[in-house]
């Protein structure tokens, strides 16, 4: 058995956190760069999307200490529990980089301890995905060894299809570069962002949402059922922002159009962290390939 910790950026629902016994490192949100709240503790979902969508202000984040990492890594490393430590990629946050130098930091006083720290090469809803990936083969009994040994190709599988309400906060946050000049030469254009292997990418452009979320929904499912792909050997989500009632008619028609649900339990609820860069109205799917069929 190990302990498997993530950071906020998974926005996992507090009930599957608790029933599976994860802990969760926080981000901090500031919406005046001068009062930073620990996400989903001191800044709560809700509150943080009734700011953002009334108040019409930039929030910042800031990714967790050293020193949070250290708090969390040490009892379990006294205990002699190996810990396995999921952060956003790196291509968005420097989690990963404070999470490994902790376990520097650890290892001097305690060189036995066993700690890895992966970036995931995602965020939000596929980061769930990864998340939940590493739970299963915990709760199927995989040492930690094992586990360790399978992570690199759940990196290379986790992917996320996705747009946005406006491109105004991926463009503050510098999170989209080249991006979204290329996505934005007509006034009005969205894209379909498509991340895998901890890289965005262009999946497609439009002005109509209702016709970008529908090509969303084609994309997984060619995905799915293409290049010799079987759709068991898949799990995908929904992640969604301030929209719920328009999230649940995405929901209905990707999974009629999949064929098969969506996996509910971890359909995620986009939190701060991610919001503060994507804006209010980000929602999409997120897949994986289940680790045994890696």
Known sequence: MFKIISDSACDLSEEYISKHDIDIIPFYVSFNEKDYYKDGIEMKRDEFYDRLVHDGLFPKTSLPSVEDYIDYFTPYVKQNIPIICITISTALSGSYNSASTAKDIILEDYPDAKITVVNSLANTASQA???????????????????VSKLDGLCKNAMIFFTVGSLDYLK??????????MATGKLGIKPIIIMRGGE??????????NKLLKSIISQVHNYLTTNGNSPDDFIYNMGEGYDSEEAAKFLEEAEATIGFPSARELNVLIGPTSACHTGPYALGLAVIKKYEKL
């Open 200 to 209: 965005l990418n262009i999946g497609g452009v439009g002005r109509n949402r």
């Open 172 to 181: 503050k946050g510098g999170r989209i570069g080249k991006l979204a000049t």
């Open 129 to 147: 995905l990864f998340v939940n990936e590493v739970i299963r083969m915990n709760e199927d009994g995989l040492s930690y060894e094992t586990a």
